[in-house]
Each structure stands twice: as C-alpha cells, then as structure tokens.
C-alpha cells in the first residue's frame, strides 16, 4: 500500500497563501486519481479537490474554486495543492488520498479511498 506524507501546512492570514505537497512512498501514483479532503474542529471530512491521471482533468468543491489549484509531478509521485486567498472557513487538517481503481473524478467520495495521509494542519487568522 501507498504511503502519503503531507508538509506545507501552518498558520496564515486571511488573503495569504499556502502550498500543500503530498509525497508519495512503497508504490507508484501512476494511473490513480488523487485528492485534497480537509476536516475543519467539529465537522465531517469533505472533499476539496482532485486530480486525474497523468493531470489533465481536475474538480474543485464549489467553495475553493478559482482559489485553489491541484496539481501533479508523475516524475516525483507527489501532488500539490496551491491555495490562494485563503480565508478562516479554510482552517482545517488536509489530508491527501489515493483513489481506488475506477473511481470517478466528480463528487469523489472518502468511501472510495484507498490510502490516506497523516494530515497537515492548515490555520487562517482573520
């Protein structure tokens, strides 16, 4: 099974911005969606963003589009999430995820991943 480890996370002001990286270990991303979910204190995981194979196809939730970019090195088997003006509805753990094989890349569910990271927390400060 894949291993992901996430860095990036930390505290920024709102309208500042933070770069997630996902590195990937133990086996390869090749030919898999991933995604960006995040947990905010108190409320359930949620989808944030995905990316298809080889990263020419990608879905944002509603909330973070035009705001956020997912983005992949095949190369390095890692995936990034640029965020931009990021606001304190942002403030949440972020965690990368491995999609199952045949998974769809709209409405990607936590019921279709296979792995997880460990999380990264991410904190904005209005």
């Known amino acids: 099974q894949v291993q992901l480890v996430e860095s990036g996370g930390g505290l920024v002001q709102a309208g500042g911005s933070l770069r997630l990286s996902c590195a990937a270990s133990?086996?390869?991303?090749?030919?898999?969606?991933m995604a960006w979910f995040r947990q905010a204190p108190g409320k359930e995981r949620e989808f944030a963003a995905a990316i298809g194979w080889p990263g020419l196809t990608t879905y944002y939730r509603d909330s973070v589009k035009g705001r956020f970019t997912i983005s992949r090195d095949n190369a390095k088997n890692t995936v990034y999430l640029q965020m931009n003006s990021l606001n304190p509805e942002d403030t949440a753990v972020y965690y990368c995820a491995q999609a199952r094989a045949g998974a769809g890349l709209m409405n990607l569910s936590a019921r279709v991943i296979v792995s997880w990271g460990q999380g990264t927390q991410v904190t904005v400060s209005s």
């Open positions: 133990g086996g390869t991303l090749s030919g898999y969606i």
